[in-house]
């Protein structure tokens, strides 16, 4: 992290270790803040890192992205991502009927607060206290069925149920 003017935020990170001997490397997927003052290193002319893109870090520390978040998700372009996780998700073609259902790669995502000193609308109309989904069609909706009380800045996802247990002392 720099001074202010030269704030390179990151918003979102996640992280997919491999599970396989033969490949010990991670994949690491990041996004930025629209603050950050980082630039893509594949992009004409230094442009700067797009907040609304999910990207991928390679080797070397260079990243390129995978994401965009009007292609991907349907959203305008100024929107500025918050949290993300990837995760399997239910994907039915008759949402009555669970045996259309199968198991579908999902972005589960957040986004910012709307910045009123940044041209456009960081939060992209969306509610930055919901978490919304999308299949990378195109598309997004809400996960939940009310938003939570504030907005998020991280995603996480098990592959169980999580339930806490409460702490006496």
Not at 15 to 36: I, K, L
Not at 101 to 112: E, H, K, N, T
Not at 163 to 168: G, K, L, M, R, W
Request: glycine content about 8%; overall charge negative; hydrophobic content about 40%.
């Amino acid at each position: 992290d720099a001074a202010e003017d030269q704030d390179d935020d990151v918003d979102a990170l996640d992280f997919m270790p491999y599970q396989d001997a033969d490949n010990p490397c991670s994949v690491w997927y990041v996004s930025a803040d629209h603050e950050a003052a980082g630039h893509e290193p594949f992009a004409p002319f230094g442009q700067a890192m797009d907040p609304g893109a999910i990207y991928e870090v390679l080797p070397l520390g260079q990243a390129i992205k995978v994401i965009e978040e009007d292609v991907h998700l349907g959203l305008p372009e100024e929107t500025d991502l918050g949290g993300f996780e990837f995760v399997w998700l239910d994907r039915c073609d008759d949402p009555t009927d669970t045996t259309t259902c199968s198991q579908a790669l999902a972005l589960l995502f957040s986004v910012d607060d709307n910045d009123h000193l940044v041209p456009g609308d960081e939060s992209g109309g969306l509610d930055p206290n919901m978490i919304y989904a999308s299949f990378l069609d195109g598309s997004s909706f809400p996960l939940l069925s009310v938003p939570l009380s504030g907005d998020m800045d991280a995603i996480a996802a098990a592959p169980y149920p999580f339930i806490p247990t409460p702490c006496f002392s």
